[in-house]
């Protein structure tokens, strides 16, 4: 894994490239953002600001101006792909049935990790590379995993489930080490994630 994000602050105004000569549309924030979680997503949060303004095709002086650190923009970058991560995993309304719910989560793990060249989930990877809880990014990072885990818990509680938060937990502890497992072998997982969620609910549900 790569080292933790350190502290960093802005930069004299000499120190600062000059814009390309043409930017790419939109407002600069929105493509420092946007580079930021496409930077960090495929390389990690080590990636260096000056690679982040260059693929935003914005001044460090710029970003310096519109966050006050590396941190402020890693966390920003995770901000803007909660609403995008759940419409990728969260199952449509019309599946009805909660064990269906429950269950397309992890398929639509298992489909989207060869698309996304098995780099797992991006808010895992983010937690684990800047290794402080206090970090601002580890802040959003709980915000998703919390999310995830309390549909969990809903679904479960509609499928009968005496303990659903117990089975939340478990469920995200398949649903990260599912991630993990992917990254480290570079592989499609095959179904184990679907299998192991399933037998989890079937445990849950006979008991």
């Known amino acids: 894994m790569s080292p933790g994000v350190t502290a960093t602050t802005a930069p004299a105004p000499s120190a600062s490239p000059a814009p390309p ?5 939109g407002g600069a924030r929105e493509r420092l953002v946007q580079a930021a979680a496409r ?15 260059r693929e935003a095709g914005v001044s460090k002086r710029s970003m310096y101006q519109l ?8 966390a920003a ?15 449509p309304d019309e599946v009805r049935d909660p064990r269906a719910r429950i269950l397309h989560v992890f398929e639509r793990q298992e489909a989207l990790e060869p698309g996304n060249d098995f780099h797992g989930c991006p808010f895992l990877s983010a937690a684990v590379e800047v290794k402080t809880s206090e970090h601002p990014a580890a802040a959003v990072v709980r915000e998703q995993k919390a999310g995830l885990a309390s549909f969990f818990a809903h ?23 599912a991630s993990s497992a992917s990254v480290v072998s ?11 969620a399933r037998m989890l609910l079937e445990a849950a549900t006979s008991s």
């Open 67 to 74: 966050f006050t650190s590396k941190e402020e923009l890693v």
């Open 21 to 25: 000569a043409s930017s790419p549309p």
């Open 39 to 53: 930077l960090f997503s495929t390389q990690g949060v080590h990636v260096g600001v000056d690679a982040v303004c």
């Open 77 to 91: 970058s995770l901000v803007a792909q909660l609403p995008a991560r759940a419409a990728e995993l969260l199952p």
């Open 186 to 196: 570079a592989r499609p997982l095959e179904g184990l994630g679907v299998l192991t």
């Open 155 to 177: 679904e479960a509680a509609r499928a009968g489930v005496a303990d659903a938060g117990l089975l939340a937990r478990q469920l995200m502890v398949v649903f990260d080490g």
